[in-house]
């Protein structure tokens, strides 16, 4: 089988290919990634010598129709699984119009390449999929009980999620309009090795070695549901394998925390890794909250757990501790990133 995932210089993009590789040893991986700010060639250098030969990166836009209609063209793609996305909500406040072209437009240019090469006459080709990888921030915010379900009503609080919205729709759409083989998965936070420093949990281990402030929002009671990388990576797996095309399915982590004891989480962690006395809460600085900053996610996953098998495997202790280790022992990935050396390696590596 020949995938086509894009964003794949990314953290979760990244991790997938780890994954798929390692899982099917006779699957190839056509990967495409913009290597826009949080793209990063580093984090696929550790596929081992035969996993390379599974793999090729192509250097390009999901919203540049040449290249996508030519890479389908040019190879049997069976699945497509689209990670590329620009995802910072800060940054979405700061620019929406670039979260626009990329997250919508891009999609879309996605989709209708899938809806010109898949056909066969009047008949889609078999065991083509098309997956849209999406966020539980789509659902908006919710109360101090509940749940969102795959029935919950869309009510994004932010460009990014309003794109991210959009762009499910209009996979949604595709399917119900020309039965283009679309599958949707929404997912918790993710969290684990490759990511990118604007994110809570590496942001809070980059500022805490380094002895820099540790910025909170608000009082830092927001709540998140935690899904450790590879298990979401899993989850995706069983979707293109089993799922029901046009459906969508929540994957979350069963982890809720508060974003102010996940830091405190850190703290203390690093600091008994370390043995840093420097490394204390008194790093903790609360800040002015984000404008339309979601109060609390927390996602069922009862349909994936119950139609496919899927649950979540990694404790969040397990999963958080193995993360700060990465870290640890990474610091030159996490130096080239803060610094933007990694964008050097990118210019000279790419092909």
Not at 103 to 130: H, V, Y
Not at 153 to 181: E, I, M, R
């Amino acid at each position: 089988m020949k995938l086509f995932v894009t964003g794949v210089a990314g953290f979760i993009g990244s991790n997938f290919v780890y994954y798929w590789l390692s899982h099917h040893s006779h699957d190839e991986i056509i990967g495409l990634d913009k290597l826009t700010y949080a793209g990063n060639l580093h984090n696929l250098e550790a596929l081992s010598r035969e996993q390379k030969g599974r793999f090729r990166f192509i250097r390009g836009d999901i919203g540049d129709i040449g290249l996508v209609h030519e890479i389908l063209e040019k190879n049997a793609v069976d699945k497509i699984v689209n990670f590329a996305a620009e995802s910072h909500v800060d940054r979405s406040i700061l620019d929406p119009q670039v979260f626009l072209r990329s997250n919508i437009l891009g999609t879309a240019c996605l989709l209708d390449a899938a809806r010109d090469f898949w056909k066969s006459g009047d008949s889609w080709l078999p065991e083509k999929r098309f997956l849209q990888v999406s966020t539980d921030e789509v659902y908006g915010s919710l109360g101090p009980t509940g749940f969102f379900t795959e029935k919950t009503p869309l009510d994004p609080h932010s460009p990014y999620s309003a794109s991210k919205a959009s762009a499910d729709l209009l996979a949604k759409a595709y399917h119900d309009t020309f039965g283009l083989p679309v599958l949707i998965t929404r997912c918790s936070n993710n969290y684990g090795p490759y990511q990118f420093p604007e994110k809570l949990i590496p942001l809070m281990i980059y500022n805490a070695l380094h002895h820099q402030p540790l910025p909170v929002y608000g009082d830092g009671k927001q709540i998140r549901d935690w899904l450790y990388v590879e298990d979401h990576c899993r989850a995706i797996e069983c979707v293109l394998e089993s799922g029901k095309l046009g459906e969508i399915y929540n994957v979350g982590g069963n982890n809720e925390h508060y974003n102010i004891d996940i830091v405190r989480l850190i703290i203390s962690q690093l600091k008994q890794e370390t043995r840093d006395p420097e490394i204390n809460d008194s790093l903790i600085r609360h800040v002015t909250d984000r404008p339309g900053h979601d109060r609390r996610y927390a996602i069922d996953s009862s349909k994936i757990q119950k139609e496919l098998g899927w649950k979540p495997e990694t404790p969040f202790e397990k999963g958080i501790n193995t993360t700060l280790c990465w870290y640890l022992d990474h610091p030159e990935w996490m130096q080239q990133v803060m610094t933007g050396e990694y964008r050097k390696f990118n210019e000279e590596h790419v092909q």
